[in-house]
């Protein structure tokens, strides 16, 4: 073997030789993709078939607050909205977030998400978003944070710009546009 054989040699086993000391293997991840999303959430609180119920409330008499009627502080919502592709609630249905709001202001009305956005159609049939995130509801426009994913959206990290298309307090009807961005990879393991 002439010294450029063992030189190859030793590049190759001195990895291999590292990684079984570990239990470790390394390997690229891939390219980190950038996409936008755009879609509506369509959120029912009221009538026959709500798609966001409250499930627990806190006592009367610990939380009363009158600016605050519809979700006082300590309520906790779980919700099954359909996304669609349009701002009409019969348009395109592409996925659901599905997951817990829960009233976490006691000065002003602001929900903690912690919500799975799955898609059903196109591209990322299947693949969904993981929120973490404050939702500051009264503000037109706010931001959500995204903090991960699964399928194709594997260690997505991004945000989520968010501005309320229509809502009526009285039918319970709410219709918020959603603009995201997220990092992610594009790597099967
Ligand atoms: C809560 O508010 C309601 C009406 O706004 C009032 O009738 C009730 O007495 C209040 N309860 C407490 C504990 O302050
Ligand atoms: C209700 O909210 C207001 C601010 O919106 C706050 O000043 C007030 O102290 C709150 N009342 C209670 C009983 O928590
Ligand atoms: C999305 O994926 C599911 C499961 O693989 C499949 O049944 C369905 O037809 C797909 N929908 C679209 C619109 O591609
Ligand atoms: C809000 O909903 C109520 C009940 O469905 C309806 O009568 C009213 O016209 C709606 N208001 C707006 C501004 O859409």
Redesign the pocket.
């Known amino acids: 073997m002439d010294t450029n054989h063992l030189h190859l040699l030793l590049l190759l086993l001195f990895p291999l030789n590292f990684v079984s000391q570990c239990h470790a293997e390394y390997h690229s991840i891939g390219k980190e993709k950038v996409t936008n999303l755009h879609f509506f959430y369509q959120e029912t609180l009221k009538g026959d078939h709500p798609s966001a119920i409250v499930v627990a409330t806190a006592k009367d008499n610990i939380v009363n607050n009158s600016s605050n009627q519809l979700s006082p502080f300590g309520t906790v919502l779980v919700i099954d909205d359909p996304l669609t592709e349009g701002p009409d609630p019969n348009s395109k249905v592409v996925g659901r977030a599905q997951g817990l709001a829960v009233s976490a202001g006691q000065e002003k009305l602001l929900f903690v998400f912690a919500m799975d956005f799955g898609f059903?159609?196109g591209e990322f049939?299947?693949s969904s978003l993981s929120v973490l995130s404050r939702n500051t509801v009264l503000e037109t426009e706010r931001e959500l944070a995204v903090v991960g994913g699964q399928g194709k959206f594997r260690m997505a990290r991004g945000f989520a710009k968010l501005r309320t298309h229509y809502s009526n307090y009285t039918s319970g009807v709410i219709i918020v546009e959603y603009t995201v961005t997220v990092f992610h990879y594009e790597f099967v393991v």
């Open positions: 059903t159609s049939n299947g």
